[in-house]
Structures are given as C-alpha cells and as structure tokens.
C-alpha cells in the first residue's frame, strides 16, 4: 500500500491507484467527464486537473499515479483556477440550451458549470455544430453539437459490449463522435451508453421530449426477462412508466443492464394488452367481471375432472412469471389431484430434473464469472441469451482469461474465443466424450463414455487442465438438447476431474425459482413435452404468461394439443399469443404492476414490488390464482399478502444458494441422424411476451425476421446467392425463409431461429430438416 496526503488528510491505496482513487477511497470528490471508475482511463477531459506539491503545474487526477508521500490538494487556489479554465473552455462550444435539453436536471456539465463556470462568456464567436446522426430506434444522437468528447460512448463500445461501434473522427473543433458510415448501433448492451454520456449528446429514443427528470418518481425493481436479475430503477409518471435504468449492484448487474431490460417497458402500454375477463361464447369474446368469468373455470375445470379424472388437467407456466405465481399453480393443479405441472416449455429432455428440492443453477456467483481464469461454453448463443454474463466472461478475457466453445457454429460472443469445437447438436454428446477422453489420459481417470481425443477435444483438455478459476457452462441449447441430460452429466465428469464448477446459465428470469418451488411433474405427471403434444390427452390447460406458439419447443405439436383440449384458460398480460386457442382470458399484471420474486441463476430471490397501478380490470396472478383455489374449495389458499405466499414456496431465502445442485449422470452418446440437423436460437427480443411487444426493440437489426443460416457446401450446392431464399421443411410443415451463408457451421447443420412467427409451423427446435431452393 501506499500513503499519500491528500487534502491534509493520510490515504493508503494499493500501488498503482491514481489520485482519482485515492480520492475516492478518501470521499473526496473531483469533478470530471471522462474518468468513469468501470473504463479505461483517458485522461481527455481535464476537468480533474489537481495541484500536486512539487508538479510544475496541475495534473489530471484521472491519471497521475499515486507516489509514497505524494501531497495533493484538490480544493487549492491553484486546483480550482485550473478547473474553471477547463468549463471554460469547454462551455466556448456548448450550445447552451439547457431549458430544452432532454438531459436537464441530469447532467453532469450542468452541475460542475454551476460550480465552476463563469456567469458570463468572453467568447462571441459563432458556436460549432455538429450534425446529426441516426443509429436507429433507441439511442438519440439528434445533439451531437453538445458533446464534449469524454469518448466514454466509444471506450463502453470496445471494451465492455465487446463492439467498437462508435470513434471519434477529425480533429480540433472538427471532431465529431460518429459511427461508420451510415450504420447503427446494434450491440445488445447500447442502451448504457445513454447513462454514460456526461452531457445530453445521447438520450433515449423512446423516452426523449416525455417527462423532465424532476417529475419522475424512482422506484426499484428486477428485471423480468434473463436469468441475470438485473436491478432497476423504474421512473414513473402519472402511473405509468416512463423509463427503466440500472440500479448498482456489483454482485449482480456491476452498473449496467442489457436494451431489452432498459426498453421494454414500451410495450406495457400496448394495444394488445388484455384489462378485462374475457370469455368465448358461440366463438365471439365477450368482456365479462371477474366473478363470472372465475365461477366460469371453477365449474370447467371441476366438469372435466369428474369426466375426464384428474389427469386430464396441466398447468403450464412460463419461467418468466414470479415465484409466487408459480407455486399457487402448482398447489391449484397438484390440489385438483393432478400432477401436470411445468416450466420446461422449451425442454427436448425431461430426463434428469434436479434432486427435489434442489434446482440447476450458475454454480458459482454471478460476480465469479468476471474472475474465470478457463471457461468451457457448451451450447449457448451467449452474447443474446445472456448479454450481462457475456459482459463479465468478456472482461475475463481482457484480463487473461481463455473461453472454450463446444456449439455447431463458432460463436459471435464479441470477444476472442479460444478454441471452438464445432459438431452437430447430435454430435454434442460425443464432443464433451471426445474431451473427456482427452482428459483422461492425462489423468489416468476411467473416461466416462467412449470418444477419441481429436486436436480439438485436446485442445480443450489442456486449457481446463491449467489455470485456477474455471467453469463448464451449459447455455440455453444445451439445456434444451433432445440428450441435455447426458450432456450435463458429461460437464460434470469433465469439472470434477478437472477442478472446474459446473454450472446452468438458465433461461429466464425464474427458472432457478420456477424449481424450488416444484413447478415440475410429480409422481406420474406429464412434463412439458407431453402435456404440448397431441398424445397427452390434456383436456383442460392453464396457461401462465405462456404463449404456445412463441414459447412452446415445438409450436405446431402445441397448438395441435391445445386445440384438442376442452377448455385453455389463459392467465396473460397479453391476448394476441393467446387469443387463438383459450376459451378464457384473464388479465394478471405483468411485472410492473405486482410484487413477487424472481430467483436469479446463483440462487439469490429478490422481491420487488408493484411500481404502477394495475390497468383496467388487471389483478396480480397471484390474487387471480388464490380466489381461484378458493372457489374450487381448495385448503391453503387465504393468503393475505405476497410475502405469506413467499414464505411458503421458498422458505429461507438466505439458503437457496446453498440448494443449486448441478449433478447428473454421464451417458452414452447416441449415434448422429446423418441427414441435416436444425440448430435453434431464441432471438433476443422473441424471448417473452413484453420483448416481442416493444416498439423500439422490434425496430432493431436484431429483430429482423430470422433467416435460414446454411453451410458453405449446402450453399454451393443449392447455387444459392445474395436475398436467396429457401423451404425449410421439418415434420410435415414448411417455412419459405432468407438464407445466409454461415461458413462456420457444422457441415450438416442449418441454423434457424425458433420462437418467431415465421418459423412457428415448423418442429422441434432439435431434429432432422430438409432444405430446398425457393
């Protein structure tokens, strides 16, 4: 450590801090623009400027390091002169237009002028302007004459989204920050750069000219969508929400959050929100009170039981609803004396759930993934399913680390990837055998499965034989792999002999929780898979915030079933995923609009509350679901508040961490199709019901409708060039898509996004496809 004096004051900071530090460490504080403690320092602004006892002149506190007896005073006649000169100069080109500027009341060039700004201006020449430039729906550069050219917009772009879609171009009075020629902003992380801009040269698209700083009430609350667990803050207005920021937390979210966290409250003022019961009648819906609509149910489902048995009654759930709704669903169905009972919509594999009690998780802390010295990642879409995780694995690499892939295409995670084994979604099994052997022998251990060490298997082994810090991570398609079992069974074997964590990046905002509660079929119950295919026999089905056709493995297999059932009750924000296959909707709140729990990846619950009132005739889901226990004469459903229903499903909050249990048992692999293989994405904003109704997120590149993505030899063989397009054909259904050449992908494997309109009448997200020149 080292001891510097700064303003008559004794602070130790380790070596190689700058005075900035110190000064934080200190509470001290020194006006700046361009020092941001999560960046690389650039020291470009001078607004910091120190005296240090001995310096000729004032020094940048942002990048002068710390010295043993170093005397600093930051409150000096000579400091403050230097930082006045400083606004000075910057305010000779600052347009002055505070009383329109969108960023008023929440800038930092408006708080540091008060203080160190002249009343008056020496300068009469005319203002430069800076033209300005559209880098599409979320972010505004429409002021770019008011930066400042803190260039953190640019340094957030190359070393925290991964992407250097901004830089500075000119010089002098001449430089303007600006993107390539004509192109926009698309990383998934963008929206941050918003929060970092010191001044109003970037503000929120869909937020900007709609409320002043000062009307707006800050409430906190979690994010609904990955199983991060953002923390926010949501700014409201006359009830409605008007903007969502991040709320600091190093052990979650650092100070970041990801665009659909930031934009998505956007479509909690869509047309297709649903504010009233409605029932079908003679195939008409008709807005009915809540009574009727709720007695309506009650006598259905109590019908269908005593025709159809118990049996005959499921209840699905979307991972994204909170803990609170899940576990009265699940206690409604299970008291009804039916076991059918899920969250897995997207599951191939039922095989091997958690040990009651227990849930597949992160394995590790949330905050661990920024320290990883060797990541292994097996089937994930990493940088879309899970931007935040992606963000802390990234800046593991900046510091050393390497990142392994196992995936049927090399990945575009926005950071350098090690070494990428690329197989078949069938082959997968046999690639994580493949590394286990290569493990082995150098171990010694028995391998788990026959495979053969390739290059790319050694390659692999080796990494995870080294190093400290290290994870197998499973994403998304692993979990939802038609072998997922098998597949973590292997990652297990492969950590332990290695002294590595395994761990479930998980795929929403609860899943973690959606477990812990048993939301999962009990003894003889039906899982996901077969309650959503026409062989389940299901004649009555609850849905919560499930939208078949978006969210379902395999959307056709789903609407087949649903069509076949008696009655489809649908508990949704939303009509349009629903409308077509319910009997009845009714209206629960989204997550602005209800207290509740999600439980992130790591295992930690974090409750929020309500932050608006419910539209129209809307009810939180779990008051809908307790009446509904009620009326159907079910025991334990008088609870009072959330918190009761909380306490019942999760118990001890501070202990879930400890019930994360990512064990499984190695199998076999199974011996590939040998035919063309579909590998499935999610996109981004197709991932739940508010996403896939926010404006702006749907204006962005990554909403465009999906594309088939094929191998060079399919390519060339199909003489498919430029806006070519394809049939895709898998299970006796057809979809005409774009194609794209991928010449990363396995040799028989086509890459097309599931969850989408476009590819709804298609199959299972995993299986054989074939391929046709449109």
């Known amino acids: 450590m080292i001891e510097l004096e700064l303003d008559g004051k004794k602070v130790s900071v380790p070596e190689g801090s700058m005075v900035m530090h110190a000064a934080d460490a200190a509470g001290t504080y020194i006006p700046h623009f361009c020092y941001h403690k999560k960046l690389s320092i650039a020291a470009n602004c001078r ?118 879609e901004l830089g500075m ?101 869509s047309d297709d929100r649903l504010t009233a019961p409605m029932l079908k009648q003679g195939g008409q819906w008709k ?38 709704e899940l576990h009265l669903l699940a206690k409604l169905v299970r008291g009804l004396g039916s076991e059918n009972i899920d969250h897995r919509l997207r599951h191939a594999d039922f095989s091997q759930p958690a040990p009651a009690g227990k849930a597949r998780g992160l394995g590790l802390p949330v905050a661990a993934l920024s320290t990883l010295q060797r990541v292994l990642v097996v089937g994930s879409f990493l940088r879309k399913d899970h931007p935040l995780f992606a963000q802390r694995i990234r800046q593991a690499v900046r510091k050393g680390a390497q990142v392994h892939s196992v995936h049927a295409l090399q990945p575009d995670w926005a950071m350098p990837v090690a070494s990428s084994l690329v197989a078949a979604p069938s082959a997968w099994v046999q690639a994580l055998a493949d590394i286990a052997t290569a493990i082995a022998a150098s171990t010694g251990a028995a391998a788990p499965a026959a495979g053969t060490a390739t290059d790319a298997a050694k390659t692999i082994a080796a990494a995870l034989l080294s190093g400290e810090r290290k994870a197998v991570l499973l994403g998304n398609a692993a979990v939802q792999h038609p072998q997922a079992g098998v597949l973590l069974g292997l990652a297990n074997w492969i950590a332990a002999q290695t002294g590595a964590s395994v761990g479930v990046l998980g795929e929403a905002a609860n899943s973690v929780g959606a477990q812990l509660v048993n939301a999962l079929p009990g003894a003889g119950g039906l899982d996901a898979g077969r309650m959503l295919s026409p062989q389940g026999g299901l004649k009555a089905a609850l849905l919560l915030n499930v939208e078949p056709l978006a969210d379902a493995a395999d959307a056709a297999a789903a609407k087949a079933a649903l069509e076949g059932a008696e009655m489809v009750v649908a508990l949704s924000a939303f009509k349009g995923g629903v409308i077509d296959l319910a009997d009845v909707l009714l209206p629960i709140a989204p ?118 993505g094929l191998p060079a030899a399919l390519w060339a063989q199909l003489g498919l060039g430029e806006g070519g397009r394809v049939r895709v054909s898998q299970g006796g259904a057809s979809a005409v898509l774009g194609a794209r050449l991928d010449p990363t992908l396995a040799a028989n494997t086509i890459h097309v996004s599931a969850g989408h309109p476009l590819t709804a009448t298609l199959g299972a997200m995993f299986g054989a496809v074939s391929v046709e020149k449109a």
């Open 591 to 708: 997550f602005s609009e209800t207290s509740g729990t999600f439980v992130n990846a790591e295992g930690r619950a974090q409750s929020f509350f309500g932050v608006v009132k419910p539209r129209g005739e809307t009810r939180p889901g779990w008051k809908v679901l307790r009446v509904l226990g009620n009326l159907l004469g079910l025991k334990g459903f008088d609870y009072e508040t959330s918190e009761a229903v909380r306490a019942e499903a999760l118990g001890d909050l501070a202990a879930l961490g400890a019930r994360i249990d990512n064990t499984a048992r190695p199998g076999s692999p199974a011996l590939p199709t040998g035919g063309l293989e579909r590998i499935a994405d999610v996109p981004i904003y197709c991932t739940d019901a508010l996403v896939r109704r926010a404006g702006p997120l749907q204006a962005t590149a990554d909403a465009r409708p999906p594309v088939a």
């Open 169 to 269: 171009i000119n010089r002098g009075e001449h430089s303007e920050i600006t993107t390539v020629v004509g192109e926009t902003v698309d990383s998934e992380l963008s929206g941050n750069m918003i929060d970092l801009c010191p001044v109003g040269a970037l503000t929120s698209k869909p937020f900007r000219y709609s409320a002043r700083t000062w009307e707006l009430s800050r409430r906190k609350s979690v994010s609904p969508h990955d199983s991060t667990g953002a923390n926010l803050i949501v700014q409201v207005k006359a009830n409605q929400v008007m903007r969502v920021l991040p709320l600091e937390n190093e052990e979650v979210n650092e100070c970041w959050i990801a665009d659909r966290d930031r934009f998505s409250y956007t479509a909690l003022d």
């Open 287 to 324: 807005t009915v009170e809540w009574t009727t609509a709720l007695e309506y149910v009650a006598r259905g489902l109590t019908q269908i039981k005593v025709d159809h048995g118990a049996k005959a009654i499921g209840g699905l759930a979307s991972p994204h609803s909170t803990a609170e």
């Open 47 to 164: 607004m910091c400027l120190v005296d240090v006892e001995k310096a000729p002149k004032p020094m940048p506190a942002c990048a002068t390091p710390v010295t043993q007896g170093m005397i600093v005073r930051t409150k000096s006649d000579k400091a403050i002169k230097a930082q006045q000169s400083v606004m000075e100069f910057l305010l000779i080109n600052h347009p002055l237009d505070c009383p329109i500027c969108d960023q008023g009341g929440e800038c930092q060039l408006q708080d540091l002028a008060v203080g160190y700004g002249g009343s008056a201006s020496r300068y009469q020449e005319e203002k430069r302007v800076v033209f300005h430039k559209d880098v599409g729906p979320l972010i505004s550069m429409e002021e770019m004459s008011r930066c400042i050219h803190c260039t953190r917009c640019v340094r957030f772009g190359q070393e925290v989204a991964g992407v250097m």
